[in-house]
């Protein structure tokens, strides 16, 4: 079965020191790969993808992302942490074999980051 | 700007009633998604739409009903027989392709009165 794990339930981190949200991942098929960011009373917000391609994907904010096939993972990093990052972060996968062109994302359960000053 | 537009914000519902929650899109997107999310247990797939007068049951269908008879809107019903509808509602969309992202509305809060 397709499935998502965020392994930490909270992140907390010293501003302008690098933060890492872990993700993993289990699917039948070639992954696309997905995070977001959700703040307080708001919808989720698109940061980046993995399609195929280099590894190391960038994507807004200074926020970017590596994927390693071995290991099933898409762990979320940035060099310097900002305290305005401190938000709840979702993975999501897209099994391209099992969903076709449905666009269906299974998610992660979240990882809270808390970026303290 | 385009986007997606969920309303109301807030919502409450006394026992044995019928709500309904609004979502409509102007990003001419085909697909479309009411997702539940509780703490700490992410989002949860409620109901799916690929086209107008099509939709499919998601992972916890039960106690709710949608409808898609425009391509913009796609509203859900939390029945009665939804027996913990309290809960962050969030509707995204998506468009032809599959290596593009959902989008998401802002929400509506559903709680019990």
């Known amino acids: 079965a397709q499935s998502v794990a965020q392994p930490e339930d909270q992140v907390n981190v010293a501003e302008g020191n690098p933060l890492t949200v872990k993700c993993t991942y289990s699917?039948?098929?070639?992954?696309?790969l997905f995070w977001y960011v959700q703040y307080p009373n708001r919808g989720l917000q698109f940061l980046l993808k993995?399609?195929?391609?280099?590894?190391l994907v960038k994507g807004s904010y200074g926020f970017e992302a590596e994927f390693n096939k071995s290991q099933t993972s898409f762990h979320l990093k940035k060099p310097s942490a900002l305290v305005s990052d401190s938000a709840l972060y979702f993975c999501?996968?897209?099994?391209?074999?099992?969903?076709?062109?449905?666009?269906?994302?299974?998610f992660g359960q979240g990882t809270t980051l808390q970026v303290k000053p | 700007d385009g986007g997606i537009t969920q309303s109301p914000k807030y919502l409450f519902r006394k026992e044995g009633q019928n709500v309904t929650l609004s979502c409509e899109q102007n990003?001419?997107?085909?697909?479309m998604y009411w997702y539940r999310q509780d703490p700490g247990q992410g989002l949860r797939l409620i109901y799916y739409?690929?086209?107008?007068?099509?939709?499919q049951k998601g992972d916890i269908a039960e106690g709710y009903s949608v409808s898609r008879e425009k391509k913009e809107s796609f509203p859900l019903t939390v029945t009665s027989a939804q027996k913990n509808p309290t809960a962050f509602y969030l509707c995204?969309?998506?468009?032809?392709?599959?290596?593009?992202?959902?989008?998401f509305g802002d929400g509506t809060r559903l709680s019990i009165l």
């Open positions: 999501a996968v897209r099994d391209i074999l099992s969903s076709g062109n449905t666009g269906k994302l299974i």
């Open positions: 699917v039948s098929g070639n992954p696309y």
């Open positions: 993995y399609i195929t391609g280099d590894n």
């Open positions: 990003l001419n997107h085909d697909a």
């Open positions: 739409s690929q086209i107008v007068n099509d939709f």
């Open positions: 995204a969309s998506y468009p032809r392709g599959r290596d593009q992202p959902q989008h």
